[in-house]
């Protein structure tokens, strides 16, 4: 497994595994504590473990934390999604950034979103599993939505979204979300 820097997004990694093939399939190390550590992040920080399971153009997210935020690990368990991370982190170099990637079930690849970055994806398949891991326990109070198609990020989404959930399809403009958590 390697772990390769995300330009776009200060402190982001992909972490690739190696995969080994043979005539029944593969097998894939997908998380390796020392490689983890090789970047600088704590292994043991990560605390809960959850997956989501997606139809073809379901879109999920912009979404992060308030608070001290939440920083993850998210990988496409099976089948394909086209991934974004925003860089909403006021100090940071690489401040409003977009950056997207296509993760898939045939890579394995992960990506570790730095806690103040709002994520989101949209399943490119006919099915998508989507594993996260994160650094902070769940609390509903601290989430923060912002709009999929706001015109400042102009994300450039590969399919019409077939479904969201009611609080994707009523966020707020980027904007008025992060006015709203300076407030």
């Known amino acids: 497994m390697k772990a390769t820097e995300v330009p776009a997004i200060d402190g982001a990694y992909l972490f690739e595994p190696t995969p080994y093939a043979d005539e029944r399939g593969f097998f894939c190390r997908t998380f390796d504590a020392d490689v983890v550590r090789s970047v600088g992040l704590a292994p043991e920080a990560f605390v809960q473990d959850s997956l989501s399971r997606s139809a073809r153009g379901v879109l999920r997210g912009l979404h992060l934390r ?43 690849v992960t990506l570790y979103v730095p806690a103040g970055c709002a994520h989101g994806f949209q399943a490119l398949s006919g099915t998508a599993d989507t594993a996260y891991r994160i650094d902070r326990p769940h609390d509903p109070a ?31 403009s980027l904007a008025k979300a992060l006015s709203h958590q300076e407030s």
């Open 66 to 108: 308030s608070g001290d935020g939440e920083a993850k690990l998210v990988r496409c368990s099976y089948g394909r999604i086209f991934d974004v991370v925003v860089d909403l982190r006021t100090g940071s170099p690489t401040y409003r950034n977009v950056a997207s990637f296509e993760l898939s079930g045939e890579t394995q």
């Open 142 to 172: 601290e989430d923060v939505t912002i709009a999929f198609d706001d015109p400042e990020l102009a994300i450039p989404w590969p399919l019409p979204v077939t479904s969201m959930s009611q609080r994707d399809r009523e966020a707020p």
